[in-house]
């Protein structure tokens, strides 16, 4: 007879809907081809007034939560309730019951992942994660599975749906920065309140979690300098449009040694680039291994089933500990809490740049900013100035420059601003 | 202290020497990623002279291959020969005396997997293969792992880099089939005989293998339709390009109910789409599944370090098995050898072609043509046709046409070379 699983969930928003469905209605699949049984035993959520379209008959269905942490026949817990807390309380207290967890709650393992990794290994359970990063994408488990014989050289993300829709509208239809996030939202790829993912923060949380597994210890959230994309403008996008860019908000890890460069920011990647393809709410993550080589992996990063698939891969996953020897653990599964990754200053890095000016047209303008630039160091490889129709107007200038230290451009770009005929607001972007 | 796990290397080519490299290279990182210890305990090669740049030193080194078969103390047994035979033998032999085995090796899975996964089964043991598709890219894990909660729709696969590096420069660099495969050959991206590439045989094993893990059952690699792409000349390659395709290598796979629709041909993919981006020799799988949606999974489909990496992710996972309670076994590692997938027959497939057919110039001569198009029920969606220069000179025209079954573009390309101004090499390629 096939070992039953018994598996409880907490929060029935979209994805533990999706979870919930997935168990029920595909019970005869994942027996078949796992050999075990997957029984979705309890669900816990405070809204049960909400038409789901799932027949919870057979499921013990509650708003108490302590009835799925403290039942005793439940396994493996999912957390879908997403956000700090109480989401962290509630995991703390499933570890602490001896339950394997499985969250597709990128902030959370961002953010207190460090004391929840420990209380699982203190406990002898798991904590699984592949649906926090890229949604449906296998990446998490490509990572630390597919690539282990791998020292990772660098991985690049484009892991935040809702941004990459709203670069890939206003780059394929010229439109703005605003019409494109309305359209995200009536087509269900951005939150009515798209702070988190339009400024970086999320691309951040699951950029902490690639470069912990990466790294093998744990990143600090808070170090990574995160730029979002709500300082673009339409003309930016076509600017590097015409140069052969697209531009993509761009998770980044980079390893020096055993330095890391992390940083989440619009970039403008080359239009033959595989990433330049991405589109739409797609994700994706190129992953460069010593061994591999280039690899990429791309799929939709959000969604109900697609992060319930992820979901229920971490459940089979977990179903597997079941079949272990005494004492013994999958130890390729989580990162080391102990060992904490230092990261580089951005200061140190060098890049190529992308900046808009914005100028009063007066004789010996360009000549000016060339003369900042270069008395930093930096070098420019391209440059648009388009004509002016008034005296009093301010007119854009683009530049592309060599690589440079982000230090100089720093001190180039107070240089620049400090000029009376330029507008304070200098865009600066980065070039993959 | 780290549980030690042996193993065996045959055949010192280039991937076994990759293996063995990052065996012997990685032991900290391997232990430290997984708190087991890898042992290269042997390797058996009958020559021995050669210079492969590695070090020996403390493993032990034979001629004789049952020197690694039957030693009492090896774990897992690497088959990195390739072929058919002696392979299959030394590879049940292995199996046989219980021992786990990792292969590289697509057209023994695909031809005689299913016996072994049958004795693999009887024996305890697993038998993984995750380097035969796709080089280093984690796609059989991805499948069977990631995946595991999806049935599939569908699997696109650009899975020859030989192909692929043909195709890249012929569209690219306007050059001819002969002089890319030359290059190829030159950069180390084709054998001396590459007809096992080129003929499509080889994406054939790796689509058997696929389609396998896909449906659950065997699939038999003898009943697989398969066009090479030997036929294409620089002026088809250059026809698709100005429609808007890249022509590929495509190995396919779809679902039709419990039936598949198998096949390896080249085919026009749109240039908007992300498998058009694939290049040069790399290799890339976009798979469809009812939950996730659309993914692909990408890398380099082949090289000594790339494919090396793969192993090792077999061995890593390999090790595991060691840790398992008696009697248990990762049910999900192997297909079902006893269930046998049922086959669409191309005839009852319908696809969009391309057809170009070389034709005299004489009136009315397109209107023939077209008049059997449409007696066979095919429309045309897309014509070109050249001028001539001279009256016995044969012009090509293309062809477009919507979706048709392929059964009457049979009875029409059959119908088109019985006229006596049409040359009979008349090409048919298929629109993804």
New interface residues.
Partial sequence: MAREINVGILGLGTVGT?VAK?LLN?QA??T?????SFRLKSVADLDWDRERGVDFDGVYTTTDINEVLNDPEIDIVVETIGGCEPAFTFVQQALGNRKHVVTANKALIATRGKELFTQAEANGVDLMF?ASVGG???II??L????????FLSIYGIINGTSNYILTKMHQDGIDFSQALKEAQIKGFAEADPTLDVSGGDAAHKLTILASLAS?GMVDFNSIPVEGITNLTTMDVNFAKNFGYVVKLLAICRFFGEKLDLRVHPTLIPR?H?LA??NDE?NAVFVT????????????GA?E??T???I??DI??LS?DL???NG?????RTVNPEQVAGLMPLEEISNRFYLRIYSLDKTGILASIAGVLGECGISISSVVQLETHGEKEFVPIVLLTHEAPEKAMNKAIEEIAAFDFVRSDILRLRLF
């Fill in positions: 999706g997935i595909e699949l994942l078949a081809r796992t050999g075990m592949e449906g994408i296998p488990k490509g630390r599975e597919g690539l282990i014989a791998n020292k093998g033959e595989l393809a991405v797609l291994g010593n061994y591999v080589g280039d690899t990429m992996f791309y799929g939709p969604g089933t697609p319930a698939s992820a229920v891969s089979v996953d597997k079949t272990l020897k013994e653990q999958f130890s390729n």
